[in-house]
């Protein structure tokens, strides 16, 4: 009897690899191609080379892992369970006696050990993969566009040169009726180049060089007669004209990505809890710095004030008679110049104050919205990676209850739980990072909701435990 679970348990793990292989790499490609539409103006028109595009494109993988796995998990699960009820396996298994967890424990194994895989590759693989993704952004950000001229519009990739060329042969790599404007610098005078046709020629991808024929070069010249400054027009008529151009400001250089500072995102847990302590040490070692500056110790003698030395100039139009306070300590000062040295001392002091606090409010709260911002990205690492756990629990019962085993219901099913659970989770990280929720409420409500939900539907799939029970039984 024995070997009879064992064979199930093996062939309910095959059933797992098909639909879940499937679902991963649908998932894998409809993110990716949600990547590319987002993305895509920014690295088209830039001559970059094919293999930064796909070291791009991989680095960005990474992160598409950790999202696509738990959805494969949930899909396969309904599917693998569904055909099993539905081929009518899972009543002969109760027929034999055999309990219908012994079919679901090495799923949930398996889940297991994938939950921890991916939690490894959260913490030691991604944030890495982040950084080099987020270094190569940067660096594509900064490169100029690569040169390419079009029909009939102005192109001013180039400094100092604005192009106009109204046709473009692109077989023989011909231009006809160029315009070329050129500006002004110390080394050549403001110029407007017009030539019939033309063609270019690239020896390396540092320098380019024009080649015009049949045209004329309009230069506005400056020269000095008896001190004035006149502009001249001079027109030069030319057979061949040549013009080289740099290009080196166009290429692309890499950076090195360790020299770019870190985020939530490009860290692992331990150093985002080191920049927790070091953000709350801060916070404290602040307040303590107020608290050491500002200290309301009251005098316990009034006379003491009489031996303390002042910088009060003397004001003979003021009476040296006492005033009747209503605030108890001045009216312990035998003097109305005493009582105003007291009282502009302490309103001097709580105008400091409110202003050291004042500072430490805000300081204090960017520092806590860092923290927030930080745990966060902690519990996202393992609530995760986690959620194949919770999706076994959700679509094993689901599956054996719906006795269909197809795709089209496997995701449809699937796109329900999905559809709450990602909500939840992106909803809920907003919510942490302005303060409203906790990150650990954020970022675990919908795996312990889920995992509750699921929990109750193996229990009351395997056991005869049922709810109603509490209540039925009291009699």
């Given at each position: 009897m024995k070997l009879l679970p064992n064979k199930i348990q093996l062939d309910i793990l095959k059933r797992h690899i098909g639909p879940f292989?499937?679902?991963?790499?649908?998932?894998?490609?409809?993110?990716?191609?949600?990547?590319?539409?987002?993305?895509?103006?920014?690295?088209?028109?830039?001559?970059?080379?094919?293999?930064?595009?796909?070291?791009?494109?991989?680095?960005?993988?990474?992160?598409?892992?950790?999202?696509?796995?738990?959805?494969?998990?949930?899909?396969?699960?309904?599917?693998?369970?569904?055909?099993?009820?539905?081929?009518?396996?899972?009543?002969?298994?109760?027929?034999?006696?055999?309990?219908?967890?012994?079919?679901?424990?090495?799923?949930?194994?398996?889940?297991?050990?994938?939950?921890?895989?991916?939690?490894?590759?959260?913490?030691?693989?991604?944030?890495?993969?982040?950084?080099?993704?987020?270094?190569?952004f940067l660096d594509i950000r900064t490169k100029k566009p690569g040169f390419d001229l079009k029909e009939n519009e102005f192109y001013d990739g180039i400094k100092g040169y604005i192009f106009l060329v109204k046709n473009i042969t692109n077989d023989s790599d011909s231009l006809n009726n160029v315009t070329l404007f050129q500006e002004a610098s110390s080394t050549r005078d403001e110029a407007i180049i017009r030539a019939q046709r033309g063609h270019l020629k690239s020896s390396n991808d540092e320098t380019i060089t024009l080649y015009l024929y049949d045209g004329s070069v309009l230069r506005y010249l400056t020269r000095y007669d008896d001190g004035k400054r006149t502009k001249v027009l001079e027109e030069t008529e030319f057979k061949r004209h040549r013009i080289s151009f740099d290009?080196?400001?166009?290429?692309?250089?890499?950076?090195?990505?360790?020299?770019?500072?870190?985020?939530?995102?490009?860290?692992?847990?331990?150093?985002?809890?080191?920049?927790?302590?070091?953000?709350?040490?801060?916070?404290?070692?602040?307040?303590?710095?107020?608290?050491?500056?500002?200290?309301?110790?009251?005098?316990?003698?009034?006379?003491?004030?009489?031996?303390?030395?002042?910088?009060?100039?003397?004001?003979?139009?003021?009476?040296?008679?006492?005033?009747?306070?209503?605030?108890?300590?001045?009216?312990?000062?035998?003097?109305?110049?005493?009582?105003?040295?007291?009282?502009?001392?302490?309103?001097?002091?709580?105008?400091?104050?409110?202003?050291?606090?004042?500072?430490l409010q805000v300081n204090a709260n960017w520092r806590i919205n860092r923290i927030a911002q930080y745990w966060v990205e902690i519990h996202k690492k393992i609530s995760l990676p986690l959620a194949c756990i919770i999706f076994v629990l959700?679509?094993?019962?689901?599956?054996?209850?719906?006795?269909?085993?197809?795709?089209?219901?496997?995701?449809?099913?699937?796109?329900?739980?999905?559809?709450?659970?990602?909500?939840?989770v992106i909803q809920g990280e907003k919510l942490a990072d302005r303060l409203f929720i906790s990150p650990f409420t954020g970022m675990w409500f919908a795996n312990i909701l889920l995992g509750v939900i699921g929990a109750f539907m193996v229990i009351n799939l395997c056991t005869s435990f049922r709810i109603s029970n509490l209540w039925k039984n009291r009699d």
């Open positions: 292989a499937f679902c991963f790499f649908t998932v894998m490609f409809l993110l990716l191609m949600q990547f590319l539409i987002l993305y895509i103006d920014r690295l088209i028109g830039k001559g970059l080379p094919l293999g930064i595009i796909v070291e791009l494109i991989l680095t960005n993988l990474a992160y598409m892992v950790v999202l696509a796995a738990p959805m494969a998990v949930l899909v396969a699960s309904l599917m693998a369970f569904g055909k099993f009820t539905e081929l009518n396996e899972l009543t002969a298994l109760r027929a034999a006696g055999i309990n219908p967890i012994h079919t679901i424990n090495p799923v949930l194994v398996a889940a297991t050990i994938l939950s921890f895989f991916l939690i490894w590759f959260s913490n030691d693989v991604l944030p890495d993969s982040n950084q080099r993704a987020r270094s190569l290009l080196s400001e166009m290429a692309f250089s890499r950076s090195n990505p360790e020299k770019h500072s870190r985020n939530d995102r490009t860290m692992d847990i331990k150093a985002m809890m080191a920049v927790t302590d070091t953000l709350a040490n801060e916070i404290k070692s602040e307040k303590e710095n107020i608290y050491s500056q500002h200290t309301f110790e009251s005098l316990s003698d009034p006379k003491e004030i009489k031996n303390t030395p002042r910088n009060i100039s003397p004001q003979p139009t003021v009476s040296d008679t006492s005033y009747a306070s209503r605030y108890l300590i001045l009216s312990e000062y035998p003097s109305l110049l005493e009582q105003r040295e007291v009282y502009t001392g302490a309103l001097r002091e709580l105008r400091s104050y409110r202003s050291s606090y004042e500072s959700i679509g094993a019962p689901i599956g054996m209850y719906s006795k269909k085993g197809n795709l089209g219901y496997a995701a449809l099913i699937g796109t329900v739980f999905l559809t709450f659970f990602w909500i939840s």
